[in-house]
């Protein structure tokens, strides 16, 4: 065996150590959302793919929804954050750190605090928190975007975000920035709008 090769071994033990270490974290996330009482699926009893009624009880309770495309965007931010941050890290460990930061967050996202917080000032008045399979492929959503923001050229990766958030904004009326805006500083304006008016 060459140096090359016992490198390359260990780069790859490196890489499987930083992945397996992102799927436990997913499955911590899955437990500490069970634990604090989360339904693992929709209480319709369903699991779709896709359901697109943003104004819906079963909003964030299936696989896949508008916000995903925020997750995904939380994954092209997370990958030039950590590039920036930990230039030195393999892709591998920056993406387990990545999904900590989403994990935590959805945990926090669903703690009554949080969940009364979107209520009371976004548009997410139905929002009752989400189902353990709608958090668990926000993170996988995030992953993808992580994943894109490795192979795409910055420009696309930038553009790509440009067009989510504007897209969504189009369509529904919010998207990631208007969320963070309406969640920590709430603006009438904001809310008019989305309301409709």
Same mark, same amino acid.
């Given at each position: 065996?060459? !140096?090359? %090769? +016992?490198?390359?071994? *260990?780069? =790859?033990?490196?890489?499987?150590?930083?992945?397996?270490?992102?799927?436990?974290?997913?499955?911590?996330?899955? @437990?500490? /959302?069970?634990?604090?009482?989360?339904?693992?699926?929709?209480?319709? $009893?369903?699991?779709?793919?896709?359901?697109?009624? =943003?104004?819906?009880?079963?909003?964030?309770?299936?696989?896949t929804?508008?916000?995903?495309?925020?997750? @995904?965007?939380?994954?092209?931010?997370?990958?030039?954050?950590?590039?920036?941050?930990?230039? !030195?890290?393999?892709?591998?460990?920056?993406?387990? =750190?990545?999904? +900590?930061? *989403?994990?935590g967050?959805?945990? @926090?996202?669903?703690?009554d605090?949080?969940?009364?917080?979107? !209520?009371?000032?976004?548009i997410?008045?139905?929002?009752?928190?989400?189902?353990?399979?709608?958090?668990?492929?926000d993170?996988?959503?995030? #992953?993808?975007?992580? #994943?894109l +923001?490795a192979?795409?050229?910055v420009?696309?990766?930038? $553009?790509?975000? @440009?067009?989510?958030?504007?897209?969504?904004? &189009?369509?529904?009326? %919010?998207?990631?920035? /208007?969320? =963070? #805006?309406?969640?920590?500083?709430?603006?009438d +304006?904001?809310? !008019? &709008?989305q $309301?409709? $008016?």
């Open positions: 065996m060459t !140096r090359f %090769d +016992a490198r390359s071994n *260990e780069d =790859v033990d490196r890489r499987t150590t930083w992945l397996f270490v992102a799927g436990l974290v997913v499955l911590v996330q899955a @437990v500490a /959302l069970l634990w604090m009482g989360r339904v693992a699926i929709c209480k319709c $009893g369903d699991i779709k793919l896709w359901h697109g009624i =943003v104004k819906s009880s079963e909003n964030s309770q299936h696989l929804d508008w916000y995903t495309l925020s997750h @995904v965007l939380h994954g092209l931010i997370f990958y030039a954050v950590l590039t920036v941050l930990l230039p !030195r890290a393999s892709w591998a460990a920056r993406l387990a =750190v990545a999904v +900590a930061i *989403e994990a967050w959805e945990i @926090v996202e669903n703690t605090m949080v969940i009364n917080r979107y !209520r009371t000032a976004t997410s008045l139905d929002y009752f928190g989400d189902s353990v399979i709608n958090s668990l492929m993170t996988v959503a995030m #992953v993808s975007g992580f #994943v +923001a192979t795409l050229p420009p696309a990766s930038v $553009g790509l975000g @440009v067009a989510s958030e504007v897209f969504m904004a &189009w369509m529904i009326r %919010d998207n990631l920035l /208007l969320n =963070v #805006v309406m969640l920590l500083w709430p603006m +304006a904001i809310a !008019r &709008w $309301g409709g $008016g």
